[in-house]
């Protein structure tokens, strides 16, 4: 069987967002395993407006090719990782807009978490595991939270995320959940579709 497919979602497009950062050095560190295959998949590239479709993709089609686009490479994932900042409290607001733009394509699929920031996202990362739920995602306990001075020293260049040895634990244990989950969960997927063939 193939390697399940992690897309690792960079939930913030500002122009001075750190999140590209601990994107670029988690995908390296799943680079060297051989359970999972990960890539960048970045809001950037995806600029879709304010909600704005008569309904959900689940119930109408939506008109919108950018949500078209999203939409088609979130379904062709196995699971996610999101980047994630704390805007007062929550998510930002294109990751929540992100978010409401798929509907199925998210269903029964893992989501781990990595946070940064004073309080390394801590409530906006919870906040977003409730989203997932609802989203019929299967949010994992370990995350990756980048707090207080390692996220200074990241973001002001006094450190490289390999001498921060904590932050790649934290990570290992975190793929580590992800890969069995998102394999056991493309194999619960699956099962249906081979019950359809085989009838």
Not at 5 to 24: D, K, L, N, S, Y
């Amino acid at each position: 069987m193939d390697r399940p497919r992690i897309g690792i979602i960079v939930g913030t497009t500002r122009e001075t967002r750190f999140g590209m950062a601990p994107a670029q050095w988690l995908e390296r560190v799943a680079s060297e395993r051989t359970d999972l295959s990960a890539e960048i998949v970045d809001l950037r590239d995806f600029p879709m407006p304010f909600f704005d479709e008569p309904a959900s993709n689940l119930h109408t089609p939506s008109r919108d090719p950018a949500a078209r686009r999203w939409q088609a490479t979130i379904d062709a994932l196995d699971g996610y990782v999101f980047v994630v900042a704390e805007y007062n409290h929550s998510i930002s607001g294109v990751l929540k807009n992100a978010l409401d733009y798929a509907s199925h394509e998210w269903h029964r699929k893992p989501a781990a978490c990595l946070g940064y920031g004073s309080l390394g996202a801590a409530r906006a990362v919870e906040h977003l595991r409730g989203i997932a739920v609802e989203l019929q995602m299967a949010p994992l306990r370990h995350a990756v939270h980048i707090i207080g001075s390692d996220y200074r020293q990241l973001k002001r260049g006094e450190a490289t995320f390999d001498q921060l040895d904590h932050l790649r634990s934290s990570a290992d244990a975190m793929l580590d959940q992800l890969a069995w989950w998102a394999t056991a969960l493309r194999t619960a997927r699956e099962q249906p579709r081979e019950a359809e063939t085989a009838a």
